[in-house]
């Protein structure tokens, strides 16, 4: 065996191996040369008996108050009234849907905001507005729709209250779409591509839009590209059904159990690298290259043979020109 590895060329099994080297290292530089922070949408399907969300654009978290019953106002003039008109939280406000199983749907409203009657005046309040859904008031709510638009939380932590569990989260399913990034020659940035397609949250997990993932207690900022948007809706089945999409960055999910574990959901290297037509489009140019170059060796020895290359260095320039 030592000799047989004596005679091993290792000038040659070092040259192939930096050149391999080399080579490995070069298609991995041009992967993250072309590599980008990718734009991501997230579609998000749940069931849920809580949904919060702050509000960044007043005009589009209207509650319309047909149907409501005011449990709790700010200063108590108007606790246990009919409510008539619209809720128009105001920027920053904490809004809270919560249904329990096949309860009845109750708001909270954290923060400033203001009613505005049906009559066409206004009555602002600050603090906590808790309101609840009352046949008495109306035959109904005026829509079963209630509108999402700002970052949030669906589902919350797994707790135990003096009545039974807390409001939790019974089900969801996300569908990550990740956008094309600019690679010249091979296409242009914005497309949209699947990434990840209907991965399953576990019941009693809650998943949070532009949040903090490292422990800390930051407040988030409101950033509309980490707002969620879309509706949640009242049916006949347990909790709220939940149809949002959102476009951050920092959208995680926290699992029940004994130890908290947040993951971000995110698009990374390999991910964005098996799924970007642009980098599929690359990959394909230099398979077809391999499997195209031993084809035009083979065409370039059939038209140039050996012979003939040899015979053109060994024959010179004169003899070339008397033939």
């Not at 920027?91 to 009657?117: C, D, F, H, N, P």
């Not at 398979?287 to 031993?294: I, Y």
Request: include cysteine.
């Amino acid at each position: 065996m030592l000799n047989n590895l004596k005679r091993l060329p290792w000038l040659h099994v070092g040259v192939s191996l930096s050149l391999a080297t080399l080579l490995a290292f070069g298609a991995v530089w041009g992967l993250f040369w072309f590599y980008g922070t990718p734009s991501t949408l997230t579609s998000i399907k749940a069931r849920s008996e809580l949904v919060t969300f702050d509000v960044f654009n007043p005009e589009l978290a209207i509650i319309h108050a047909q149907g409501l019953r005011i449990s709790s106002w700010p200063d108590a003039s108007l606790d246990g009234e009919c409510g008539a008109g619209a809720f128009l939280p105001g920027v920053g406000s904490k809004v809270t849907y919560q249904r329990v199983e096949q309860g009845a749907l109750q708001i909270t409203i954290e923060g400033a905001g203001e009613l505005r009657t049906s009559a066409g005046g206004t009555v602002p309040f600050e603090g906590e507005l808790l309101l609840f859904h009352d046949p008495s008031c109306e035959p109904g709510l005026l829509a079963n729709r209630l509108t999402v638009w700002g970052p949030g939380k669906i589902g919350s932590p797994f707790s135990m209250r003096s009545d039974g569990p807390g409001p939790i989260l019974l089900s969801a399913t996300l569908d990550v779409f990740g956008r094309t990034i600019d690679v010249p020659f091979f296409g242009r940035s914005g497309s949209m591509y699947v990434a990840i397609e209907e991965m399953a949250i576990p019941p009693g997990s809650f998943i949070e839009s532009d949040r903090p993932l490292d422990g800390t207690n930051e407040e988030p900022t409101l950033n509309p590209e980490g707002a969620m948007f879309g509706f949640v809706e009242i049916s006949g089945e347990p909790g709220l059904s939940v149809f949002v999409s959102t476009e951050s960055r920092q959208l995680g999910v926290t699992t029940p159990g004994a130890r908290a574990n947040s993951s971000r959901i995110d698009l990374g290297l390999f991910v964005q690298v098996l799924n970007d037509p642009g980098f599929l489009k690359i990959q394909l140019s230099f398979a077809l290259l391999l499997l195209l170059a031993p084809k035009l060796i083979s065409a370039f020895d059939l038209i140039f043979p050996p012979q003939w290359r040899n015979r053109q260095r060994s024959t010179s320039p004169a003899e070339i020109s008397s033939e």
